[in-house]
């Protein structure tokens, strides 16, 4: 495929711009009407189309590379959280990789949110399970469902301050009273430009504008301010580590954070709250942490479960 036409196709696939990648709606269709045979292939060839997903030019090598450090990151990450029979929320959650693999860990429902339905449709054929529900945000809102575990992973660095604070706070409302927040950031990443950065830039030139637009957009962020954030949305005992210190997995966000967090156990710890099931769709967060420990807005350990210490068994 020569480079024009596949810097083409790259903005075709990010039609709708704003970080939804996959969201045009050509893309759903053409998975959804792919014969049988052909539709893997289909949907992996629409995934590397887009920056977000996949990065190297075998699509079949990405997609088991995907898989592998998912299976990680459920097990020893997002797993850590997880009792069997938890209800579990994933924003954010790309072709499913890490959402089939949470979902294998428990008998509960595991919902998979995505702004895109094309990536959706993706998921949907590559990572379909009985208890994982591939929906969009708003369809979740209309679901009236509450979660016990919800996290997110590779999304809070994409998103401005706006739709973080929105995100956060669907979650705190998604949440049930007790339920736990795991949220991947990255945090102090040299060269990383702040929104303020992005915004100038976007006003300053066509290119700069454009990039904003339709770009893969990371935003830099202190770890001073994911917990500010954290505690803005509702969420209590907040911590910072560093992913290595929790997960060993072959990929980026083993040299970044995760964010820990609760709602706490008595609903109304703030003014202004939702109603409890209430969730209007939204996204996450970011931080800063020193060599000798964790930045933390609360006590005890991190991987602490809501009912005492994280369950390691897998399903």
């Known amino acids: 495929m020569g480079t024009r036409t596949s810097a083409t196709l790259r903005a075709a696939v990010a039609m709708r711009g704003s970080q939804n990648f996959l969201g045009a709606a050509w893309v759903e269709a053409v998975v959804d009407h792919a014969p049988a045979r052909y539709r893997r292939d289909v949907a992996l060839g629409l995934l590397a ?90 369809e979740f809102a209309g679901s009236g469902a509450t979660v016990d575990v919800a996290y997110s992973v590779a999304v809070a660095q994409h998103l401005t301050d706006a739709i973080l604070r929105k995100v956060l706070s669907d979650l705190f409302a998604a949440l049930r009273p007790g339920g736990r927040l795991v949220l991947h950031v990255v945090v102090d990443a040299p060269g990383w430009r702040d929104e303020q950065e992005w915004r100038h830039a976007a006003a300053s030139s066509l290119l700069g504008w454009l990039r904003w637009r339709y770009g893969l957009n990371c935003f830099g962020r202190t770890g001073a301010q994911v917990i500010d954030l954290l505690a803005e949305a509702g969420f209590v005992d907040a911590t910072l580590r560093p992913v290595r210190d929790l997960c060993d997995v072959d990929d980026d966000v083993a040299g970044q954070h995760v964010a820990i967090a609760r709602r706490p156990e008595l609903p109304g710890r703030r003014s202004g709250l939702p109603a409890q099931g209430s969730w209007v769709p939204a996204a996450p967060l970011h931080d800063q942490l020193s060599g000798e420990g964790p930045l933390s807005a609360g006590d005890g350990d991190p991987r602490r479960h809501r009912a005492g210490q994280p369950n390691s068994s897998s399903k």
Do not use: K, M
Request: hydrophobic fraction near 40%.
């Open 49 to 138: 189309l887009s920056p977000h997903y996949f990065h190297g030019p075998d699509r079949h090598q990405e997609a088991a590379r995907n898989r592998r450090t998912r299976e990680r990151l459920a097990a020893e990450l997002v797993g850590a959280y997880v009792v069997d029979g938890d209800v579990v929320l994933d924003y954010g959650c790309g072709p499913g990789y890490l959402a089939a693999a949470v979902a294998a860990r428990t008998r509960g429902d595991v919902w998979a949110l995505d702004i895109s339905a094309g990536v959706l449709a993706c998921a949907r054929v590559l990572n379909g399970t009985p208890n994982l529900r591939y929906r969009t945000p708003a």
